[in-house]
């Protein structure tokens, strides 16, 4: 899970400067870098300020932060089995109640989702920023799977933008470009996921040993319209 930072503050005496620390009983909650306080699950942090050199210095009475912590790894019941999607990079977490998997309605012509699409919304990722979802799936996906996208209602192939391995997909998608369907700064949302069959329909053409066959059929009716004295008209 992640959550916003926030930065201690607590007033200097004696022009001696405080240094703050993340309470033991709190370490599973928050963390402190650079100054900074990081959440990493819902709960109370409890942060300590201390002066050096003056034992008696008092930090300022505890103030109570309200934040917002946000998943970065959710799991879904499809029909295929779970799913598991989870945040690499690129944004603070998953929007709370935006993720979702779900049956595609008017899925491309032949196309089979198993695993239904994952649909969410993921915020803070910073005006054109970039974000990496990796998928992973129950079993490993064929070799001929196709995976597509839905974009302002048309389904789109997006296979060649994403990497298959094993069991897993992992998609790519930047704030405000190819694939981002949320019009706002710094949030990024996207329906997708793997089917088996559908594409282009290609046009059946015959093999040789067609041809051959055919060729050979049509040697026959000649022969056959010069045994019955078959004229044709002028």
Same mark, same amino acid.
């Given at each position: 899970?992640?959550g916003?930072?926030?930065t $201690?503050? #607590?007033? +200097?005496?004696?022009?001696l400067? &405080?240094?703050?620390?993340?309470?033991?009983?709190?370490? !599973?909650?928050? =963390?402190?870098?650079?100054g900074?306080?990081s959440f990493?699950?819902?709960?109370?942090?409890t942060?300590?300020?201390?002066?050096?050199?003056?034992?008696?210095?008092n930090?300022?009475p505890?103030?109570?932060?309200?934040?917002?912590?946000?998943?970065?790894?959710?799991?879904?019941?499809t029909?295929?089995?779970?799913?598991?999607?989870?945040?690499?990079g690129?944004?603070?977490g998953?929007?709370?109640?935006?993720?979702?998997?779900?049956?595609?309605?008017? $899925?491309? #012509?032949? +196309?089979?989702?198993?695993?239904? &699409?994952?649909?969410?919304?993921?915020?803070?990722c910073? !005006?054109?920023? =970039?974000?990496t979802?990796?998928?992973?799936?129950?079993?490993p996906?064929?070799?001929?799977?196709?995976y597509?996208?839905?974009?302002?209602?048309?389904?789109v192939?997006?296979?060649?933008?994403?990497k298959?391995?094993g069991?897993?997909?992992i998609?790519?998608i930047t704030?405000g470009?190819?694939?981002d369907t949320?019009?706002?700064?710094?949030?990024?949302?996207d329906?997708?996921g793997?089917?088996?069959?559908g594409?282009a329909?290609s046009?059946?053409t015959?093999s040789?040993?067609?041809?051959?066959?055919?060729?050979?059929?049509?040697?026959t009716?000649?022969?056959?319209?010069?045994?019955?004295?078959?004229?044709?008209?002028?």
């Amino acid at each position: 899970m992640g959550g916003p930072v926030y930065t $201690p503050t #607590a007033t +200097a005496t004696s022009g001696l400067p &405080v240094s703050f620390a993340i309470d033991p009983a709190s370490s !599973a909650v928050c =963390t402190l870098t650079d100054g900074q306080v990081s959440f990493q699950a819902a709960g109370s942090c409890t942060i300590n300020a201390t002066q050096a050199g003056n034992s008696n210095y008092n930090a300022a009475p505890p103030v109570q932060q309200s934040f917002s912590v946000l998943a970065t790894q959710v799991t879904g019941n499809t029909p295929g089995g779970p799913v598991t999607a989870r945040i690499t990079g690129g944004c603070l977490g998953f929007q709370t109640g935006s993720t979702q998997f779900t049956v595609p309605t008017r $899925p491309p #012509a032949g +196309a089979n989702f198993p695993y239904g &699409v994952f649909g969410f919304t993921a915020l803070q990722c910073g !005006a054109g920023g =970039t974000l990496t979802i990796t998928l992973t799936y129950p079993q490993p996906l064929p070799a001929e799977t196709r995976y597509w996208k839905n974009i302002s209602g048309n389904w789109v192939d997006w296979t060649n933008q994403v990497k298959i391995a094993g069991n897993t997909v992992i998609l790519t998608i930047t704030d405000g470009g190819a694939g981002d369907t949320n019009p706002a700064a710094g949030e990024i949302s996207d329906p997708s996921g793997p089917a088996f069959g559908g594409g282009a329909t290609s046009i059946p053409t015959l093999s040789e040993w067609g041809l051959i066959l055919l060729g050979l059929a049509l040697l026959t009716l000649a022969g056959w319209r010069q045994r019955q004295g078959f004229t044709p008209r002028g």
